[in-house]
């Protein structure tokens, strides 16, 4: 998610590249200083924010944060324990404490299987990098039925958009429920051609996400798609 | 292919669109994705041909090197195919020596070119006996989205197809008795064009040019490689599951029309 | 630097036989972001050289025993295709391509921002179509822009390329001819903000005077073909976002 007051410039910079100097500017995100020069880390946007300056970054692997909400996949289960792939470098392991059942020794899978998907929270990441996860909050649940999707993590907060304004036409217009991962994973569920849709409206965020208005792009596509007779007004849960 | 984790949702969604005759990237079940080829990239090979199908990338590369015949075929050139599942290509293939799957994939390629007589391989005598060419494919796969069956024998008949028998590069002459002849290089001798096509079995359906995700989820698979007329030169079944008698009556009707249509795209 | 012939390397007018001067290197093209499956990817041709890079990660470390709980790791597999050369080579691994790998992934690490990804893996694979003299410098220069693409945080883009000796005379990026029958070959690799060494190979025979001259030559070079890989990189963004207007609605 985007800084408050930060500006983005149009300039591309590439790891190594010169974005100021280090005593007109302090070294900002994705960047690093050495020689009396602030340099770029990755490939991206040159931004200021404040007396800082950076790089915004076109991709890179999600890294998990701590209170993420995130989409995981089962990939193995153990006897006190799941072990989920959150998009991230490393596996995530959900312990049988962090479920809302009782799970006895041993009978995990009755549970959770290899395959199902579930909603889940951060719980924390620890300075190796260790990630553990819940699902003992309000919401988080395994998630059936439905279509999920995968898209860039940096492009997430265009599908939530300011303060949720585009997840929140998305969901009225196609009349679908609709879980924004963190991590890049996208779960929707309604009426089969709505979640296409949906699904389409969310490709076209992907790829587009810095068009200047984007939402009326989106907003045209789906009543295209779906002409709006009656149009649900809200939908639960979201990010 | 190994230990990759689809999950249920993803399952499920897929069967549900099959179930009304449906694929995610909206083909009919008997639909291929775009082909496009590419000849002649690869200037150290004597042929080579890189195939897109859909988003699966397959490049393949001949290189033709005198060599000694086998005693039981004195006057035959030989033939060998190998391919490589590279790491480089998705995040399931692990580095090392050819995996099962590298093995079957090479050799069924390799009966297909070999049964259907591709190759004229009594033309590849250099002195009856003791020299012959060798001609060997190489097939690696660059990115990975399913049905590198299809996509391998086609790199490798485009390649082979376009390939040069470099008899003055290496300066021989054929020698048949007392009469040698002087030969320029000249173009491999091809017979026909073994086209084959697999199909997987999902639920009750079977589905040609499965991707990625379609092949994760069946549980058999049939290639079937057709000569010129449509005549049957190779079969493998491959996948843990089984298929009906009914289902290789369909997949050899689709195999001879959709080679077809191949053939007509690659020329 | 073994092989005898009666080919003239370098003309009385300091020409080569592919028409180069001795300071000049062979045309260069690069892309960025060629495959899908693959985290970031590169092509790149120089001269008659065709390398494909495609990195994964960073992701789990496997095998897990070499896990640093510390930082990640960059493991790099170089491999030469069958036909990439003459006479084909057998494929699988050789001591050469172990090598190679090594000195590839060794090179990266001084500039990948490791330490931001304790116990994982950077998988570089370097696979060569086609081969002709300077294949690990080519491989070096793919494998710095696939990292970058992959939008890993690194300090620098590395650039390699070689130079080397050919009847006597100091050239620039030899080509096969000039590998196989000259007197010294010498790849390097740079760290272009700071100019720092991170490869750097050498056989043959060369005075102080030579080699210093030579690595004059290189470090220009590689200068050179640093631009052309941020050019590539720039270029491949600039193709994501070309739908892309002015700025948030």
């Known amino acids: 998610m985007e800084k408050r007051n930060a500006r983005r410039t149009r300039e591309i910079v590439v790891p190594g590249d010169v974005l100021g100097d280090s005593e007109e500017y302090r070294t900002g995100e994705n960047a690093y200083e050495s020689d009396g020069k602030i340099r770029a880390l990755m490939m991206g946007l040159k931004t200021y924010t404040g007396d800082a300056v950076g790089v915004i970054p076109m991709g890179g692997c999600y890294m998990p944060v701590t209170g993420d909400t995130v989409i995981g996949i089962i990939t193995d289960v153990g006897p006190s324990n799941w072990m989920l792939d959150i998009n991230a470098p490393y596996p995530a392991p959900l312990h049988v404490s962090e479920v809302p059942w009782k799970v006895e020794f041993g009978d995990t899978s009755r549970f959770l299987t290899v395959g199902d998907v579930v909603l889940l929270k951060v719980l924390m990441v620890d300075e190796a990098k260790k990630i553990s996860v819940t699902m003992k909050d309000s919401g988080l649940r395994k998630i059936e039925g439905g279509q999920l999707i995968e898209i860039a993590h940096s492009k997430i907060s265009r599908v939530i958009g300011k303060s949720g304004s585009m997840i929140q036409m998305l969901k009225n217009m196609t009349d679908c429920r609709i879980f924004v991962g963190q991590n890049g994973r996208i779960w929707i569920d309604g009426d089969d051609e709505n979640v296409e849709v949906a699904a389409e409206a969310v490709r076209i965020i992907e790829a587009e996400a810095r068009s200047a208005n984007l939402t009326d792009r989106v907003r045209e596509y789906i009543e295209k798609k779906l002409p709006q007779s009656e149009g649900g007004d809200d939908e639960e849960e979201s990010e | ?267 | ?249």
């Open chain 3, 1 to 249: 630097m073994s092989g005898h012939t009666d080919m003239v390397l370098v003309n009385d007018e300091g020409i080569r036989i592919d028409g180069r001067r001795v300071d000049e290197k062979r045309p260069i093209r690069i892309e960025a972001g060629v495959l899908k499956n693959a985290d970031g990817s590169c092509y790149l041709e120089i001269g008659k050289n065709k390398v494909l890079c495609a990195v994964y990660g960073p992701r789990e470390c496997r095998p897990r025993h070499l896990q640093d709980p510390t930082k990640a790791i960059i493991q790099c597999k170089y491999n030469m295709q069958a036909y990439s050369v003459n006479d084909r080579k057998r494929p699988g691994t050789d001591r050469r391509s172990v090598e190679i790998s090594k000195l590839i992934a060794e090179a990266l690490s001084s500039v990948v921002q490791l330490e931001l990804y304790p116990r994982a893996s950077i998988d570089v694979y370097v696979e060569i179509l086609q081969a002709n003299a300077g294949t690990r410098c080519a491989g070096l220069t793919a494998a710095s822009v696939a990292l970058a693409d992959a939008g890993i945080p690194m300090r620098d883009v590395v650039p390699a390329i070689a130079c080397g000796k050919a009847d006597g005379n100091v050239l620039l990026d030899l080509n096969k001819e000039e590998d196989n029958y000259g007197q010294a070959d010498v790849p390097l690799a740079i760290v272009p903000s700071t100019d720092e060494i991170v490869l750097l190979q050498m056989d043959g025979n060369m005075t102080r005077e030579e080699f210093e001259h030579g690595l004059d030559m290189a470090f220009k070079a590689a200068h050179e073909v640093n631009e052309i890989q941020k050019d590539a990189l720039r270029r491949r963004y600039t193709e994501i976002s070309k739908k892309e207007g002015d700025s948030d609605e």
């Open chain 2, 1 to 267: 292919m190994s230990n990759y984790v689809i999950s249920q949702i993803k399952r499920d969604h897929l069967m549900n669109l099959l179930a009304e005759g449906r694929r995610e990237d909206g083909r009919q079940l008997d639909e291929i994705r775009k082909i496009t080829v590419e000849t002649g990239i690869i200037e150290s090979a004597e042929g080579s041909a890189r195939i897109r199908l859909g988003n699966t990338d397959v490049i393949a590369g001949v290189k033709v090197i005198p060599g000694a015949p086998y005693m039981d075929a004195p006057g035959d050139g030989v033939l060998t195919t190998g391919a490589e599942l590279i790491p480089l290509a998705h995040e399931s293939f692990e580095p090392g020596p050819p995996s099962e799957e590298a093995i079957e994939l090479a050799r069924v390629v390799d009966r297909g070119i070999r049964e259907s007589g591709m190759i004229d391989v009594k033309q590849l005598c250099i002195k009856e006996g003791e020299e012959i060419w060798m001609v060997f494919i190489d097939i690696y796969a660059l990115d990975y989205d399913g049905n590198l069956f299809d996509a391998s024998n086609l790199a490798a008949v485009c390649a082979l197809k376009t390939a040069i028998v470099p008899w003055k590069q290496y300066g021989k002459s054929k020698v048949e008795g007392d009469k040698v002849t002087e030969m320029d290089d000249v173009p491999m001798p091809v017979t026909c064009l073994p086209i084959s096509v697999t199909e997987c079995k999902i639920g009750n359906d079977l589905i040609v040019d499965p991707n990625f995700d379609e092949e994760a989820i069946s549980t058999a698979r049939l290639t079937i490689t057709t000569d010129n007329n449509g005549n049957f030169r190779a079969m493998q079944k491959g996948g843990k599951g089984s298929i009906t008698r009914g289902d290789l009556s369909l997949c050899l009707d689709r195999a001879v029309e959709i080679g077809k249509q191949i053939r007509e795209i690659i020329g």
